[in-house]
């Protein structure tokens, strides 16, 4: 017998209506058809305060419900009730994961790497572009992070949309140390950058000082006797 916690039911969570585990990639049960709250599971919610805002979901164009998450400071955050996605504005999916990055310590790589296998490409029909809550433009799909799996969508001025299940494997990511990663990809790439700028600054002030290199924008060897005079006269008379 298949253990169903191999393969691709190696998700540690379970099904809420038949206890079932579910598919790694997906909220949706495979067993009853049910579609699992899983993303908030791990985060204090304060309550669904209903219909209050203008914006509606990307995904089935129902009416999006302003829920309070409890992540040290109140962040309130727009969700719909049938898809369970999430729009977050700028900023908000920023302070949720700093919220749980304190607590993670070190880059669990192995535990990265089965994670961005196991969250491949998802088996349900989301591959497509959706447009942004607010101001109705095409949003961007964008890789989350680094390794996580994660595709989400984005529009630069208003935010961040996640389909369900897709803030839960972000958060598997971030506890993962995916964050901590991806921040000191971030650093290392800008540390290079500052050193090669620095080092072309230096070689462009070596060759601008060092005479018989130059006359005009043409390069010359340095040692030929010759030229050594002649870029020495070209300077005395320039
Ligand atoms: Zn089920
Ligand atoms: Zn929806
Ligand atoms: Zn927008």
Redesign the pocket.
Known sequence: MVNPREGPYNNSMDCSNCAAPLPAKSNLCAFCGTLNDTDLRAIEVRGDVGPTTERVCPRCNEQLHSITLNVGTPLVVERCTKCLGIFFDPGELETLIEAGVSHVMHIDFNRMATLSEEEGPADIPLVTYVK??????T?NREAYGARSGVIVDV?????VWLDGSELGRILKWVKAGGQIYADKRLHERKRSEERKKKNLAKQAKMESTSGGLYVGDVHRPSGDLLWDILSAVARLIR
């Open positions: 942004c809550p607010q101001c109705q433009k949003m529009c630069r001025a208003d935010g």
